[in-house]
């Protein structure tokens, strides 16, 4: 069975640019998180789709959004990007029906902006 | 509201050594566990989880942690290092439920010495 594939997997952008990374779950898996790693951050939660609604979101200002389609792939954009941007982004999915929150991680989309 | 604290930024042991990554937890409610480790430029793998089930959990690779409510401790634990151990690992948790969010701890990043 594939893993969570995310694309792309690296990428640089300009300041005030917008991007935008994709994520495709395990197949039969509805929901899908989104995480932000940075050094000094360490892992924080983005957001949480499921069946194509928005269910948890972190605190993140409005520049980052994100979306999910009916066959569970997700999408999250950043826009007016900014240096403190630069993070690897870690989607994760899971079945998402009330399970223990056991995730599945994907190799994530390293973003550079400069 | 949860969160996770895990001593100690950085372990070092020897090879053959006993591992120890402590992880200690809050949650007002019974939560689930999990450790996570992360190789150089790849996503999250999960090593083992605690859901209510055995207080003892043997994950992959030998490691095994112990969930004690007593001491809100879920310890991970290896008993002979191995060079390819070497690795970050993070702790989480989840109250379950309607939470989809897991909360990490900052990491431990854990090298092995020949």
């Known amino acids: 069975k594939a893993g969570v594939t995310q694309t792309p997997r690296y990428l640089i952008k300009t300041r005030g640019q917008q991007v935008t990374l994709s994520c495709s779950p395990i197949?039969?898996?509805?929901?899908v998180s989104w995480y932000q790693q940075t050094p000094g951050q360490g892992l924080q939660f983005l957001f949480e789709?499921?069946?194509?609604?928005?269910?948890n979101k972190g605190n993140f200002p409005g520049r980052f959004s994100g979306r999910q389609f009916s066959n569970s792939r997700s999408e999250m954009n950043v826009s007016t990007l900014e240096l403190g941007d630069s993070a690897l982004y870690l989607c994760a999915s899971s079945l998402g029906d009330r399970d223990t929150g056991e995730l599945f991680f994907g190799e994530g989309s390293r973003l550079t902006v400069l | 509201a949860q969160s996770v604290t895990q001593l100690g930024s950085h372990v070092s042991v020897s090879e053959g050594a006993l591992v120890l990554l402590r992880c200690n937890y809050s949650s007002s409610v019974p939560p689930y566990l999990f450790w996570y480790v992360q190789y150089p430029n790849q996503g999250l793998q999960l090593l083992l989880k605690?859901?209510?089930?055995?207080?003892l959990v043997k994950g992959i690779n030998g490691f095994e942690a112990e969930f004690k409510k007593s001491e809100t401790s879920f310890h991970l634990t290896k008993p002979s290092a191995h060079m390819s151990d070497a690795a970050e690992y993070f702790c989480?948790?989840?109250?379950?439920?309607?939470?989809?969010?897991?909360?990490f701890g900052k990491g431990t990043l854990l090298t092995v010495n020949p």
């Open positions: 789709y499921f069946s194509e609604t928005q269910r």
């Open positions: 605690y859901t209510s089930a055995a207080t």
């Open positions: 989480a948790v989840n109250i379950g439920g309607s939470n989809y969010k897991l909360t």
């Open positions: 197949s039969g898996h509805r929901s």
